[in-house]
């Protein structure tokens, strides 16, 4: 490569964008332009001790603020949160997102993106979510404008699912609690899976896209760790560990009354977007929709389906089990003195590892 390259990283901070500014920037090939909304965070000073970073403070609520992202950049990455601004307004701002990165000159563009449940279930309410089909819809947007605009600026789609560190952090739909000295997970899984995500992964992945991109090009790249039972869960951690473990199937009645985000059911499930709207959902219809959708998604034969074989072949090492990720988790949490597993998921030491949890719901567009 005969110059660095340059990505402007909407969403930097976040769970996910920690590890793909870091997968850039590990060997200085890619320097990285990272929008954030607050240069003094924490978060934001990490990702500038990683080196070949800078910041750029701003929302990507802002034409303007888009426009002096992506000048002088020819690469981008575009994770919306989804969960600041909600299903309507984020729709906008993708779009706008893909319009002002053509505009400027880059010349590939990375979306980060989820399954568009919604269509792929056949358009069945029930599978409504709304914080999936808003990511989704874009996705398919860019997919098909890059039909006409790919000699000019390319673009791929990075899709993944929820990171399996959601399955041991604080104010997450699958926070475990411990009862009796056994670690529980209660969600309305039934004898479903999900398409669990390694965030390790996330930053290999993401590199490979833009190390590759004539490949890439028009490339929706699906990833995931595997489709995990809740079952295959529980017994992945009760072996890594030696500490009992469980999954027990829960109503979605109970589960809204007595899970992880019953305190927020009814809120939107958009801090930033009113329920006066009749666009915005709660909580509680956004992730009702989810849960129906890994209910129907086992065995890699449902609603939500994955190429292992493409994963294997661009990242043959790979995490590909529940065992194999709380190993390496339970190893890495040890070196940096978070503790084994097994104390990590004590209720007093639980942390958040999603953005919207560290900041409380707050924090403008």
């Known amino acids: 490569m005969s110059k660095v390259s340059k990505i402007f990283v909407v ?54 603020d888009l426009r002096n992202g992506f000048r002088g950049c020819d690469g981008a990455f575009v994770n919306i949160d989804g969960f600041n601004c909600g299903e309507k307004t984020e729709t906008i701002w993708a779009i706008r997102s893909y319009e002002i990165a053509l505009e400027e000159g880059v010349k590939f563009f990375v979306y980060g993106n989820l399954d568009f449940v919604y269509k792929k279930a056949g358009y069945n309410p029930i599978f409504r979510t709304g914080h999936y089909d808003g990511k989704g819809r874009i996705g398919e947007w860019i997919l098909q404008q890059n039909k ?11 899709t993944t699912g929820p990171y399996i560190e959601m399955c041991i952090s604080s104010q997450t739909i699958m926070t475990p609690t411990v009862e009796d000295g056994v670690v529980t997970w209660r969600v309305p899984l039934g004898d479903g899976a999900v398409v669990h995500v390694a965030l390790d992964d996330c930053e290999h992945y993401v590199r490979w896209l833009f190390d590759n991109p004539e490949r890439a090009n028009g490339l929706d790249l699906e990833v995931a760790i595997d489709h995990i039972p809740y079952s295959e869960l529980a017994r992945a951690f009760e072996k890594v560990t030696g500490h009992p473990a469980r999954y027990i199937d829960t109503d979605i009645g109970t ?45 890699n034969k449902g609603v939500i389906k994955r190429d292992y074989g493409l994963l294997n072949e661009i990242l043959p090492d790979r995490i590909k089990t529940a065992e194999e990720w709380f190993r390496k988790e339970d190893a890495k949490g040890r070196k940096l003195g978070l503790g084994s597993l097994w104390e ?16 409380g719901r707050r924090g403008k567009l």
């Not at 909304?37 to 303007?64: C, I, M, Y």
């Not at 006409?148 to 990075?158: E, H, K, S, W």
Request: hydrophobic content about 40%; cysteine-free; proline content about 5%.
């Open 11 to 64: 969403g930097a901070t976040g769970a996910q964008g920690i590890p793909v500014v870091r997968g850039l920037v590990k060997d200085k090939a890619y320097f990285v332009r990272a929008l954030t909304r607050n240069a003094q965070s924490q978060r934001a000073k990490d990702l500038v001790a990683l080196g070949n970073v800078e910041l750029v403070e701003g929302t990507f609520a802002s034409e303007d």
């Open 344 to 359: 990590r998921v004590q209720p007093d030491r639980l942390k958040p590892i999603l953005k919207i949890g560290e900041d």
């Open 148 to 158: 006409d605009n790919g000699p000019r600026m390319a673009a791929a789609l990075f």
């Open 255 to 299: 589960y809204w009354t007595d899970g992880p985000m019953a305190a927020v059911a009814s809120m939107s499930s958009g801090y930033n977007s009113d329920l006066n709207d009749p666009a915005a959902m709660t909580f509680r219809q956004n992730f009702t929709g989810f849960w129906t959708m890994w209910t129907h998604s086992r065995d």
